[in-house]
């Protein structure tokens, strides 16, 4: 008798294969992120740049919501949220020896943040400032949009 059928062939992986594979690479995207973790640690900018930028925004959209004026004040020890009610973050304290500098539009330098206001007026505009972190480890600028708060390049 003559099969019709040819024999399938056995070119699959078995469940065994298969778990090894995904154990690997579970272990190696966990290393990459361990290793991605470490690198945002070393950076002492990274967390005051991100507490001013989502201040930012949110000084802009409670503005338009509230319809009234929202104001970031520099002060000594960093930056507040002054007019807001709700919301996360109403004041940030930067690092012991970081200094916050600004520069305003039309201004003739870095000036000391300490003692300036930056207003969100209700119709969503801010004035377009530089922000400048500094420390012994160096420093990072910030340049924001005045309609979204968001930092620009």
Do not use: C, D, S
């Given at each position: 008798m003559k099969?019709?059928?040819?024999r399938p062939s056995r070119a699959a992986f078995t469940l065994l294969e298969l778990i090894v594979v995904m154990s690997i690479m579970l272990l190696v995207i966990g290393l990459g992120f361990g290793s991605f973790s470490l690198l945002e640690d070393n950076d002492p900018f990274q967390k005051?740049?991100?507490?001013?930028?989502?201040?930012s925004r949110f000084a802009i959209s409670a503005a338009v919501l509230q319809h009234r004026t929202m104001t970031i004040a520099f002060d000594k020890e960093g930056f507040?949220?002054?007019?807001?009610?709700?919301?996360?973050?109403?004041?940030?304290?930067?690092?012991?020896?970081?200094?916050v500098?600004?520069?305003?539009l039309g201004?003739?330098?870095?000036?000391?943040?300490?003692?300036?206001?930056?207003?969100?007026?209700?119709?969503?505009?801010c004035e377009p400032i530089r922000i400048r972190f500094e420390s012994?480890?160096?420093s990072r600028e910030l340049a924001f949009h005045p309609l979204t708060g968001n930092t620009v390049e």
């Open positions: 099969r019709t059928h040819p005051p740049a991100q507490e001013l930028t989502e201040m507040r949220l002054l007019g807001a009610t709700g919301g996360k973050g109403q004041a940030f304290q930067v690092p012991k020896g970081m200094k500098l600004i520069q305003r201004g003739k330098g870095w000036e000391k943040a300490e003692g300036h206001f930056w207003p969100f007026g209700e119709q969503g505009i012994t480890q160096g």
